[in-house]
């Protein structure tokens, strides 16, 4: 994988299409199962959707909660689905995961997860997701080129998860204009926004969903 | 000491992997460190190529290549007097795909080997100054006398060819693969 090239999520661009599914679930390594999903923020208030990929933790926690020792980071910092022959389908990782990335396949008693399309970006290609993506929701090329594109964004790769700080190789778009220290995965578990207003407590150190209203 | 284009591992507390628990350094998460084979996959792994090798073996046995049977032609290969002049003669037995060497060990006493080496069917080449057959792909050498292997990978000799002297003539008159 080139050095330059990074993945960015930025979730108030995802119009809830599921291309990015349809095209996961082509690849031949896991045909017919994605690996994206669609995760919808408020569904009884709104339509607002968010692709949800792994986010390639610097630290994985599903690597660290494994004890079969299957999960392992690529040289360049991709957390690769479970290995084979030493996944022993726990499901520890689905539920240490922060962001709700890996999926047991009870058929194959496997992990499998978000490789970044490691032999897509391993010989320069785009992942599919971020092929077929029609509103640029996720997106994978140089830093420079989308911070020029994207005038009202900024990337953010930190991430806070109770007391866990995660730092990932996949970037999250966040608003340019309200730098925040990190992003707080659980926040909206905790602050149910009010009826019509989708702007979750997530932006720490941002104004809070009180101040918004 | 991660290489360009590596990312290295950042821990939960940001303290480096000698300050990390134990356990952290016996089960490394990067792919370049783990070195570990588990018991499962190396006894599989054993299970499977020996039992890969037995069932070749039985396969070997059962569907390998039929002895050539007779009834085989009589062929000439050579006049006595021509194969005493040149020693050596090549010609082809039973079909045109085999070839195989006639040679003259003295007056009166002539042999025929096929010339596929036993070992990977290289040809063999006439070495009679040394009164051995050399095989040039992996230096195997078998004696002139009786085809058996001296020397190399060989463990099989060549195969016979039996030979009839009428009239001053010499004939091929069989073909005989050797196991032993």
């Known amino acids: 994988m080139p050095a330059d090239m990074e993945f960015f999520v930025d979730p108030h661009r995802c119009i809830g299409c599921r291309a990015c599914e349809h095209a996961c679930a082509e690849c031949e390594t896991h045909k017919g199962h994605s690996m994206i999903h669609i995760e919808y923020i408020e569904r009884s208030t709104s339509v607002q959707t968010v692709p949800v990929v792994c986010m390639h933790c610097q630290s994985p926690t599903c690597a660290d909660v494994c004890p079969a020792d299957a999960i392992k980071r690529s040289a360049d910092g991709r957390v690769m689905t479970a290995r084979k022959p030493r996944c022993i389908a726990c499901s520890n990782c689905v539920l240490a995961c922060p962001f709700g990335v890996p999926k047991m396949m009870s058929e194959f008693d496997l992990m499998m997860k978000c490789d970044m399309c490691y032999d897509r970006t391993s010989t320069g290609r785009k992942p599919m997701c971020a092929t077929v993506c029609p509103s640029g929701a996720l997106t994978y090329g140089p830093r420079t080129e989308v911070e020029a594109l994207r005038k009202r964004s900024k990337p953010s790769n930190t991430f806070r998860f109770g007391e866990q700080t995660i730092t990932t190789k996949v970037h999250m778009m966040v608003p340019r204009d309200r730098p925040a220290a990190h992003l707080d995965v659980t926040a909206a578990l905790d602050d149910r926004p009010a009826a019509g207003l989708i702007a979750l407590n997530v932006l720490v150190d941002g104004p809070t969903v009180e101040e918004v209203r | ?180």
Not at chain 2, 55 to 77: D, I, K, M, S, Y
Not at chain 2, 128 to 151: K, Q, T
Not at chain 2, 153 to 167: I, K, M, S, Y
């Open chain 2, 1 to 180: 000491m991660s290489a360009p284009g590596e990312d290295p591992r950042v821990y939960p507390d940001h303290q480096p992997l000698p300050d990390q628990p134990h356990w952290r350094q016996d089960f490394p998460t990067d792919v370049p460190d783990d070195d570990h084979v588990a018991r499962r996959e190396f006894v599989k792994f054993l299970v499977l190529t020996s039992g890969a090798f037995a069932a070749g073996q039985c396969w070997l046995a059962l569907a390998g290549p039929a002895p050539a049977r007779g009834p085989f032609p009589r062929t000439r290969v050579a006049t006595a007097i021509e194969l005493e002049d040149r020693r050596v003669i090549e010609f082809r037995y039973p079909d045109e795909h085999e070839p195989c060497l006639a040679l003259s060990l003295g007056p009166g006493r002539y042999v025929a080997y096929g010339q596929k080496c036993s070992h990977l069917a290289c040809a063999v080449i006439p070495r009679l100054d040394r009164g051995e057959l050399h095989c040039p792909c992996h230096n195997g050498s078998f004696e002139a006398e009786g085809g058996r292997p001296v020397a190399g990978p060989p463990r099989r000799p060549l195969p016979l060819v039996h030979l009839e002297v009428a009239d001053g003539v010499v004939y091929a008159t069989g073909f005989e693969p050797r196991t032993i």
